[in-house]
């Protein structure tokens, strides 16, 4: 649903956010920064400590790397978006690095539909040893195949029901475009609105709070249905993640990371406070709300021109994408619902908040020990901190706050400090064999080589040498049965230490046909097969090729 800033505009907006963060004036539009501070103050309870035993080797089992693999939430949904027209000439500031910049203006561009980055893999909820299915598409409330159903429904004026728009801050039209996303949403749209209305339930109270702090009208939150219907887990085709549907460069300048370990669009807290900076900013340009979030969707480059072809600043008579064209009666749609949801024939579920506490993590930690520590389960550690992508926290990242169930923390903190450090994150150390190369160790232990290089400080096209060592990241306790663990079998194990123990035992080579199983030669040669594996360096799972050698000692 987003725009995608060209390399020229993010280097001019990078520049533009340190003039911003910095207090510096003269750009065309700033964010507003946080004038009460940007993390909320710490929530602190006390808590007895219950006695937990943290066992020496905890029984975690697989078949590949639990850290390598991608949380499963449930299997996130995605949110299918069209290309739209054009989107350069944008006037937002949204920030910077250095003084080299020649003003505050940013250029967007918007060259359509493009991923900039595809969304991770996910794994089978809590079993991440199987392989990872592709993310799956789910209908949104709003797609630009609503278009006829939403232009015949307004031909037929539907009769519904006066809202009291004198109870809105958001300026609201009732006219027979948004009475007809009323209809849709009462029809066709139902069923997603309903478990929409469900998982807004638990965002609402914190987005709440947070754009009163920001002084933005509280009927912005039901952006939030419109964006990703408040799916944390949501992706669109063109990259945009989270609740606020934020691209990774927008999101990126707005001080969000994203890389192979997090993603913090998807962190309701950070994505939230980033998207009322953006929203605000787009409003300081704009001056009118229907604007504001009509950019919101098709950036504010596509308005600008638009304004400029019509010379009038209303929304409706303006020439804009058909997303956009659809997307802001949509919301106003949701939003006279939400206000009146029982004179619409909805009923939406109290608010129940997410209740939580914060711990700063200086190292990566597996996530089944920090759940141990805290005493609680896996999937109420996962369900607060929706913004991680592997099981584990990130490593390299000051200040990392990892939320907790309300009322854990002091028992956490204890029950933490009774693991060491170094049993927090196992950490494999792979010695590198002559011919290895990074990218054939990062698929031996299902890393990316990013991430292998990120580890071992490695940069560029930096070379390995055989006899050196590479750090992968295992759980504690993790065997890893995809390979042979390195210091029982490398690949290149002389045939002295390999050997089985015989008086008079002889080498020979056996190349591999097509058909052969590993227990067929080992039958045929009458071998053991476990060690017809481990003189090969072979794990359980190895596929065999043909053409491979393998060494088989025969008496």
Not at 260 to 288: H, M, N, V
């Amino acid at each position: 649903m987003k725009f995608r800033p060209s390399p020229k505009s993010l280097a001019i907006m990078g520049m533009a956010l340190a003039m911003l963060i910095g207090g510096c004036s003269g750009s065309k539009l700033a964010l507003n920064a946080n004038k009460k501070g940007e993390e909320r103050p710490g929530r602190k309870q006390a808590f007895p400590a219950p006695d937990i035993p943290f066992p020496e080797d905890p029984p975690l089992q697989g078949g590949l790397n639990p850290l390598m693999a991608s949380q499963d939430q449930t299997l996130p949904e995605t949110y299918p978006t069209q290309p739209h027209e054009g989107g350069q000439g944008s006037r937002v500031d949204l920030g910077g690095a250095t003084g080299e910049t020649k003003g505050a203006e940013v250029l967007l561009s918007n060259p359509g539909n493009e991923l900039i980055e595809p969304p991770p893999p996910v794994s089978p909820f809590l079993d991440p040893t199987k392989e990872n299915p592709e993310p799956q598409e789910s209908p949104s409330l709003v797609s630009p195949g609503d278009v006829e159903v939403i232009e015949r429904a307004a031909e037929e004026e539907i009769p519904l029901p006066e809202p009291p728009l004198a109870e809105y801050d958001f300026p609201i039209e009732f006219n027979e475009k948004v009475k007809a996303y009323i209809h849709h949403f009462q029809t066709a749209r139902r069923g997603l609105l309903e478990r929409a209305f469900q998982r807004a339930a638990r965002y609402r109270p914190l987005i709440r709070e947070i754009f009163q702090e920001k002084g933005l009208p509280l009927d912005l939150i039901n952006l939030a249905f419109i964006e990703s219907a408040f799916n944390p887990y949501a992706y669109s085709r063109a990259g945009a993640a989270g609740i606020w549907q934020l691209m990774e460069a927008t999101g990126r300048l707005l001080g969000l990371r994203t890389d192979w370990w997090l993603d913090e669009r998807r962190d309701p807290e950070k994505a939230t406070l980033a998207a009322a900076k953006y929203l605000g900013a787009l409003y300081d340009l704009f001056k009118s709300w229907p604007l504001a979030i009509a950019a919101y969707n098709a950036g504010d480059g596509t308005i600008l021109r638009a304004l400029k072809r019509s010379g009038v600043a209303d929304f409706w008579s303006l020439r804009l994408p058909l997303e956009t064209q659809l997307f802001v009666p949509a919301f106003m749609a949701i939003t006279v619902i939400v206000k009146n949801p029982e004179l619409y024939g909805f009923t939406v579920p109290q608010d129940e908040p997410l209740r939580y506490e914060k711990v700063y993590l200086e190292d990566a930690t597996d996530l089944r020990l920090l759940a141990q520590a805290a005493g609680v389960s896996l999937e109420e550690i996962r369900e607060l901190n929706p913004e991680l992508s592997r099981f584990a926290t990130p490593p390299h990242y000051p200040g990392y706050q990892l939320k907790l169930p309300w009322g854990t923390r002091e028992a956490f903190l204890e029950n933490l400090d009774r693991i060491p450090r170094e049993k927090r994150v196992s950490w494999l150390r792979h010695r590198i064999s002559k011919g290895e190369t990074l990218s054939k160790i990062a698929k031996r232990y299902g890393a990316p080589v990013k991430v292998l290089m990120e580890l071992n400080g490695l940069q560029g096209r930096a070379l390995i040498r055989a006899g050196s060592h590479l750090l992968i990241p295992v759980p504690y306790g993790f065997t890893l049965t995809m390979a042979p663990p390195p210091e029982k079998v490398r690949p290149n194990v002389s045939a002295r230490k390999a050997r089985p123990k015989a008086r008079h035992p002889k080498e020979i080579k056996y190349v591999v046909k097509r058909g052969d199983t590993l227990w067929r030669i080992a039958k045929e040669f009458s071998v053991p097969l476990g060690e017809l594996r481990r003189w090969n360096g072979l794990s359980p799972k190895a596929v065999l090729k043909p053409g491979l050698e393998l060494k088989i000692w025969v008496d």
